[in-house]
């Protein structure tokens, strides 16, 4: 459910992008994510989770487009964890050592982090996460060895409730933390490595508490080099960042108070941020870009999209706060340079794409299903189907 454009100051999520992605099948875990990355004063417990899913050309929507009020989503919250109990899906493999180092796929849902074959099935787990926890927007490191991923757990008793980024190698080893949240309510997530792999950039979102109430969120990309730990701020009010293949720009939504609003790109250091596109394209609702492996390209998700100098208005006769399923997500290629736009596919729901390493498809889950489009075509290929597509964060490996 997309938040309504009028309704300012809704954090924006402060991991992967939550989208229309109805209420029914929802994870406990992911109503908790909702909330605390929409409203991130709130901090309920994580449950055991199960996940979410796009439709058969769509990503995962993992954005789901929800109302804000807090006594709103507490109920959500409430009927899901009773939901999950009733409706628990079968277990997926336990954890097995290497088995990530046979995986086509890495799929981080509600269930952990699974490794899936070349046809989408699992395959199981790379590792056993710690209980009531769960993990999101994993990326591939450049040596094609580990990933880097964002973790929820319980609150700690120093830090309080938050996410922060591991890393684990596909053989299960080398499980640590690289980013650790350092005060309750805030979050880090949308990790991405340069070329080289020895810098990493990340959104980090901190929810502003003014007299005890929630009045809005902190936004900001950063940087880390791993190899001295020196971390900079390069870029306010942004998330979801894309690093190009040549290391040189950074591709992020823009938010306004909270929402996002438009693509924008910068220089790698943070510099000369402007709009992405040079085009009068607008869409009401947009996340998750990404750059192609190979060649000059991004993808993302959107809704609503229009040629004017503003984005469409709230649709007539939706009530403010309230889901819009009446509104197509679809996935969308652009040049580079922004100067043109291409629609790829109707989607179910908002998606958080994923390219194939030579560029040619992408894959994305969601509504229990697995599915992969051909970029040249648009034609679209259900993989797989089953719990484990209703939600999650897909990394093509081979």
């Known amino acids: 459910m997309r938040p309504p454009r009028p309704a300012i100051g809704g954090p924006f999520r402060a991991g992967p992008s939550l989208h229309r ?23 309920p417990p994580l449950s055991p989770d199960q996940g979410s899913s796009p439709r058969s050309g769509q990503d995962r ?11 709103s989503a507490a109920t959500i919250a409430l009927s899901v964890v009773l939901l999950a109990v009733c409706t628990a899906p079968p277990v997926p493999p336990p954890a097995s050592l290497g088995v990530g180092l046979q995986a086509s796929f890495i799929l981080a849902n509600p269930a952990g982090l699974l490794a899936l074959d070349s046809t989408g099935h699992a395959i199981g787990r790379i ?5 009531q926890s769960a993990s999101a927007t994993p990326v591939l490191h450049p040596s094609g060895k580990a990933i880097v991923f964002a973790l929820t757990q319980q609150p700690d008793k120093k830090t309080g409730f938050g996410s922060d980024l591991y890393t684990v190698n596909l053989d299960g080893t080398g499980f640590k933390p690289l980013v650790q949240h350092e005060s309750d309510n805030v979050f880090y997530a949308s990790p991405r490595f340069d070329s080289t792999g020895n810098i990493l950039y990340f959104h980090r979102r901190a929810a502003i508490i003014q007299a005890g109430s929630f009045v809005g969120n902190e936004d900001s990309l950063e940087r ?3 190899r001295t730990g020196e971390r900079k701020r ?10 190009s293949p040549t290391a040189d720009r950074i591709v992020y939504v823009h938010l306004t108070q909270g929402q996002p609003d438009s693509i924008w790109t910068a220089n790698i250091d943070g510099s000369n941020a402007r709009p992405f596109f040079k085009t009068s394209d607008t869409w009401w609702y947009l996340q998750t870009p990404r750059f192609a492996a190979k060649g000059c390209e991004i993808v993302f998700s959107a809704a609503g999209h229009a040629i004017a100098a503003a984005p469409p208005s709230f649709p007539a006769g939706a009530a403010p706060g309230s889901a819009h399923l009446t509104i197509p997500s679809y996935l969308y290629l652009a040049p580079c340079d922004g100067t043109s ?9 908002d998606v958080v794409p994923a390219w194939s390493p030579d560029g040619t498809q992408i894959a ?20 797989a189907q089953g719990q484990d597509f209703f939600f999650g964060d897909l990394v093509w490996l081979k």
Do not use: M
């Open 21 to 43: 992605r109805a209420a029914l099948g929802l994870a406990a875990h992911l109503v908790a994510r909702r909330i605390r990355q929409r409203g991130a004063a709130l901090r």
């Open 61 to 71: 929507g993992r954005g789901d487009r929800l109302s804000r009020a807090v006594t």
């Open 127 to 131: 590792i056993d996460l710690p209980a």
């Open 224 to 226: 880390l080099d791993l």
């Open 234 to 243: 390069l870029i306010v009010n942004g998330a979801d960042p894309t690093i």
């Open 341 to 349: 736009v291409r629609e790829l596919v109707q989607t179910l729901d």
């Open 364 to 383: 994305y889950v969601g509504a229990g299903g697995f599915f992969v489009v051909t970029v040249a075509t648009g034609s679209v290929k259900t993989l």
